[in-house]
């Protein structure tokens, strides 16, 4: 049974931003490289259940209608603001994230402190043909929204759905991205296919995932560009790390440089650097995680070897 690969071209947009962002970007005071990518799993929800998708399973991943602690949000934006951070914040995650009614006023809150930041979000786009849709899909812009990429899951019908939807709110391909996602298995669905670090099981006829049977040999770059920050304030090592098995502090008794800078996160780095995912939940994941990130895995080699 032979896995096909589908990349998707974001991947090499986010790539090209990272790159550029920590080649202009000096260490942190401590001499640590820095971040370039946040992403927010802003919420505990989803309003679909994907088959490839580990929130398939209702009993492993209930829906938890609870957001980011606004409190906390803030004091992390505020953290950022004395570096003048002006890298990436996605927001998209474990969840659907226009499930948070008020996602406009954090979208707000990087904007009002970060205005050279790039504030993405990614989504089912099932809320903007709701009647609330409209105006929340107003309110993000004016926020301050960088783009929303929209992913579409239930079949070709739903282009001229969500191009109307782009066009009455006149906004440019850049801002509003449609994405395909409703292709079938014979294409990967329209998305990278990965087992989100042994999450997911699924067999048909063009591949298979599951856990690992052994660990890859080989270096993992997202822990040296990006964190993943959770609903609960918990900061995750990465955005496939579905069962949160690698937990390295909390906005909200901690900062996001203390939690970056930590032993344990380092302790982590060094492993990958070694091509070591001996360790959960790496040992498990088929993720190629070398497609974005190379210069800042580079630059942390290099802080470790002074």
């Known amino acids: 049974m032979k896995k096909k690969l589908f990349v998707d071209k974001n991947i090499k947009r986010v790539g090209d931003f990272v790159d550029t962002h920590v080649s202009r970007t000096k260490n942190f005071d401590d001499n640590t490289p820095p971040f370039s990518s946040i992403e927010f799993s802003i919420n505990g929800a989803c309003n679909r259940r994907c088959e490839f998708c580990p929130r398939v399973s209702k009993e492993n991943y209930p829906n938890i209608l609870n957001n980011l602690n606004m409190d906390a949000f803030k004091n992390l934006i505020n953290d950022l603001t004395s570096i003048n951070f002006d890298g990436r914040f996605s927001f998209t995650g474990f969840c659907e994230p226009l499930l948070t009614k008020n996602l406009n006023e954090y979208v707000y809150e990087i904007r009002s402190k970060l205005p050279k930041s790039v504030i993405e979000i990614v989504s089912n786009g099932d809320v903007l043909i709701t009647k609330v849709g409209p105006k929340m899909l107003d309110n ?30 006149q906004l440019s391909d850049d801002q509003f991205l449609i ?24 067999k048909n006829d063009f591949f298979e995932l599951k856990a690992l049977d052994e660990p890859l040999k080989k270096p993992c770059y997202y822990p040296f560009y990006k964190v993943l920050i ?11 790390d ?46 190629d995680g070398t497609l974005n990130g190379e210069k800042s895995f580079e630059r942390w080699k290099e802080y470790f070897q002074n």
Not at 153 to 164: L, R, V
Not at 182 to 196: A, C, H, K, V
Request: charged share 30%; net charge positive.
């Open 140 to 169: 993000l812009f004016k926020a301050g929204l960088t783009r929303i990429r929209i992913s579409l899951y239930d079949g070709p019908h739903q282009i001229k759905i969500f191009e109307d939807i782009k066009e009455k709110h």
């Open 179 to 202: 994405r395909k996602r409703y292709l079938g298995p014979d294409e990967s669905y329209g998305i990278t296919i990965s087992n989100r670090a042994g999450s997911v099981e699924l």
């Open 230 to 240: 959770d609903f609960d304030g918990a900061v995750l090592m990465c955005s496939n």
């Open 242 to 287: 579905w069962k949160k098995e690698k937990i390295y502090g909390n906005i909200n008794n901690e900062s996001i440089f203390q939690i970056w800078s930590s032993h344990k996160f380092n302790e982590t780095r060094k492993k990958l650097v070694c091509g070591d995912r001996n360790y959960k939940p790496c040992n498990l994941c088929d993720v």
